[in-house]
């Protein structure tokens, strides 16, 4: 029995996504879309099937995208029970129709057989999905026997993060293939804004493109970004202290201008280096002669702009005029 799921339209804009390559897109939505998903987003797949549907080699393309995919925060892959949690499924399904009359059995029931030593950070990431006001937010973690201490304030959007999860052994793998008939899609969380015209749009908020980034500090940008990699790329070193952010756009343009050394994207070779700076592990290299050859032109006494002459008045400019077409004039009575 075929199902349909839902994609939000506005995850083509979603700035989580800018530094993912088009491999990684790809398997996102077949995380979104696969066969396997049940309700919850979390689920066991068998890789060797899920990389025959997408066309691909298990270990060459499938599992380094995982590992991407995880990195970036998107997704959490169970290697030892072949589980995957899609971190972003509430962005596109509703957490709270999930637990309506209709589907809440199954949700509670699905959620009840992830392994163990996740289950918990998956239930505290669920409940906290929904609405604040709302009584589910005390009736489901009863029905989940989730420790009610540990419920949180509900996110304020659904890209919250939840925290990391521990690895250790599990004993559970619960099969919950394909053959769930009753994993039906659920509509947009705040249902569809459809107004005049051929589109339709979505209000929620994770998908708001406008940005704040906060105030540039005079950093000087790569000159070849184009002006979506650019927005990108403010979002990226957003909050980062403004020498290091420069540093990073250093190496950034460092790069750029070594052919074959950005294999990927600019915004995602950029990622990976906020990624290093981050853990620690930055080390500039392509970026120092960008940095010193800025600093020997700032200190250049060609650099220091030359004072502007001062504007004239209508008058004198009139006298100004009438000196030229004298000097003129006599310049052309010169006899030769």
Request: glycine share 6%; charged share 20%.
């Amino acid at each position: 029995m075929s199902r349909q799921r839902t994609i939000n339209d506005q995850i083509w804009r979603s700035n989580r996504l800018s530094g993912c390559t088009v491999e990684d897109r790809y398997a996102l939505f077949y995380f979104l879309t696969s066969p396997f998903s049940n309700v919850i987003g979390a689920y066991e797949i068998v890789l060797r099937v899920a990389a025959s549907e997408m066309g691909w080699d298990v270990e060459s393309q499938l599992m380094n995208v995982i590992r991407r995919l995880v990195d970036a925060d998107l997704i959490y892959f169970d290697a030892d029970a072949n589980h995957v949690w899609v971190k972003v499924w509430w962005d596109h399904n509703s957490a709270k129709m999930a637990v309506a009359s209709t589907l809440r059995k199954k949700t509670l029931e699905q959620i009840a057989a992830l392994p163990e030593r996740w289950r918990n950070d998956y239930a505290g990431d669920f409940i906290n999905r929904l609405p604040a006001d709302d009584p589910l937010r005390d009736t489901v973690p009863m029905a989940l026997a989730y420790p009610s201490d540990r419920v949180s304030t509900a996110y304020a959007d659904p890209s919250a993060s939840p925290l990391p999860i521990q690895s250790g052994k599990s004993d559970a793998v619960i099969n919950q293939g394909v053959s769930e008939a009753d994993t039906v899609s659920i509509p947009y969380r705040q249902g569809m804004d459809r107004r005049p015209g051929n589109t339709t749009t979505n209000t929620n908020s994770i998908y708001n493109t406008t940005t704040t980034t906060g105030a540039d500090h005079g950093l000087q940008y790569p000159s070849s970004l184009a002006p979506a990699e650019r927005v990108s790329v403010q979002n990226l070193i957003a909050n980062i202290p403004a020498d290091s952010a420069q540093a990073l756009l250093d190496e950034l343009e460092g790069a750029i201008k070594k052919p074959g050394t950005i294999r990927t994207s600019k915004v995602a070779y950029l990622k990976g280096l906020v990624d290093r700076h981050r853990t620690g592990g930055f080390v500039p290299s392509a970026g120092i002669h960008i940095a010193t050859r800025r600093e020997r032109q700032a200190a250049s006494p060609s650099a220091v702009c030359a004072p502007q002459p001062s504007s004239l008045s209508k008058a004198e400019s009139q006298a100004r005029l009438q000196d030229l077409k004298a000097q003129l004039g006599m310049q052309t009575r010169m006899p030769r």
